[in-house]
């Protein structure tokens, strides 16, 4: 038996996988720059770590449309919310100069381009690795 989200229709599955690319890069955003300031970039970690995860259940539940859907919803959020500002407050602070550590510096570019990356080398990775088997095959 399947997890609930991989036993739906098609629909369902497309509107679960947007829902979470776009609840991962949503979360992502914010966590993102935690330990920056320090030069100890876990936050980037644990967000990679979830826009990974995220990834590899988008690509086991759909394939590589699946995948991809999550790759758009995820790549809009997190791109939507650096370009959108209110009141000359960023989310994602990116380009600046200064007598700060690197990851203060460079952690938004890191978050913007590497969550796409992160998706594209799930994308080319073997379709094996994102198989769930069935009760009934895991005893065999």
Known sequence: MRPWSYRQNALVKSLITIAAGVASAFVGTFAHRMGAELNIPYGLVLAFLLIGLSTWCARSRMGAVGLALHLIA?????????????????????????????????AGYIWLYGLILVQVVLLILPAR??????HSESRA
Do not use: E, R, Y
Not at 93 to 102: E, I, W
């Open 74 to 106: 995820s790549s809009l959020t997190a791109w939507g919310m650096a370009l959108t500002t209110t009141s000359g407050k960023a989310l994602i602070v990116a380009g600046f100069q200064g007598d700060m550590p690197f990851f203060s510096q460079h």
């Open 129 to 134: 690795w994102f198989v769930i088997p069935t």
